[in-house]
Structure formats: C-alpha cells, structure tokens
C-alpha cells in the first residue's frame, strides 16, 4: 500500500483525521511521532500533566480511573487531548491492553499545526472526539443512576441519594406551583417535603 493511500484509509477510518486531505494527514503524521508500548505499560498516570495526544494505530490501550476501568481505545481511537488542549493533570490511568503502536501529538506541535490550514478542521475532529467521549460518560452516568434506582426499589429503601434528590425537586415544584397560583406564601413548608 502507497503512503497516499495509507493517509486516505486513515482520513476516513479515525476521527481526528475525518475529511482531511491524504496530504493534511501527512502533514499532521509527519507532526508527530510514533511511539510503542508494551502490554501492561502505563502510558500515563492519574495526576499527571498531560501535553500530547494519542491515536491508537494498533493494539488497545484500557483507561482507569483507581481500580475501575471506563474505557478501552481500539484503532484509530484518540485519548489524552483534554490534558493536551488545557494543559490539566490526566484524569485517568492509560494502560497498554495489548501491545500497543500510537501516534502522539505534544501541545507545542498542535501549536504549530495552528498556521497551517488544516488546523481549523483538525481541531474540529478533536472537538468531535472530546463530544462523543462527553456523551459516553454522560451514558455511563445514566446507567448508573438507573441501577442505583433499581437497587433502592428492591432493597425498599426510597431514601437513597437518588431518591432524596428527587423528592426534592418534586417538593420545589411543588411549592413553585402553590407560589405562583397564590396558594401560599414562601416560608409555608409542605408536610410531605
């Protein structure tokens, strides 16, 4: 396979790539560096200052956070790029799942991908990446709060923290609705809440 047609597979099969160019994508791989680790390397740790981004070009890469792990990267996968872009400690622990081949980015070469024209639209696949890792945690959340509901219902316990924060919102509706149809006053507090 050509190094062109390399590039052209990689801008439609990983997302920090999708819609550039096969040039763009050499551009932004000759940016970068690739490097390797080892089944069971860390390739970085909780609390640690992150600069670069990664792609998972082979092998998967697990994320923790402690003992819990959240995420696995296969190919073409991005991670890191929160650390890389504002410059925060790395929220999880990346592990090499399998031996592991990623392409990795440093702030400072993102920095001077800025002047060229493929910035703009390789920022905007990074922003992507950021938005559907958003939407999975958010997923996650609802997951969880889902199971925390059925566990108090089988347990009959109603006062777990997921219930006590509803009966709270619907004690303020409650009394929101009393106050603007005028049928109380704002220091009346329902029994029921």
């Known amino acids: 396979m050509s190094n062109r047609d390399k590039y052209k597979k990689y801008a439609k099969q990983i997302p920090i790539f999708k819609d550039l160019t096969p040039e763009e994508v050499s551009d932004i791989l000759h ?11 860390a390739i970085f740790h909780k609390g640690q200052l992150g600069r670069s981004l990664f792609v998972v070009f082979s092998g998967s890469v697990d994320i923790f956070d402690g003992e819990h792990k ?39 070469q993102i920095g001077d991908m800025l002047e060229q024209r493929v910035a703009a639209r390789f920022l905007l696949n990074v922003i992507h990446v950021l938005s559907g890792h958003l ?9 969880l709060e889902r199971k ?46």
Not at 70 to 96: K, N, Q, W, Y
Not at 136 to 141: A, C, D, K, R
Not at 150 to 177: F, K, Q, T, V
């Open 135 to 143: 939407a999975n945690t958010n997923s996650q959340l609802s997951q």
């Open 148 to 193: 925390q509901r059925a566990a108090n219902a089988m347990a009959g316990n109603g006062s777990g923290p997921i219930d006590l924060c509803e009966r709270s919102h619907r004690c303020a509706r409650r009394l929101a609705g009393k106050a603007l149809s005028g049928r109380t006053s704002y220091k009346a507090r329902p029994s029921h809440c």
């Open 70 to 108: 959240i995420a696995t990267c296969r190919v073409g996968d991005a991670f890191g790029e929160m650390s890389a872009l504002d410059h925060r400690p790395h929220s999880a622990t990346a592990l090499a799942a399998t031996d592991v081949r990623l392409f990795t980015l440093d702030e400072e």
């Open 31 to 41: 940016e970068g560096r690739e490097s390797f680790f080892q089944q069971g390397k």
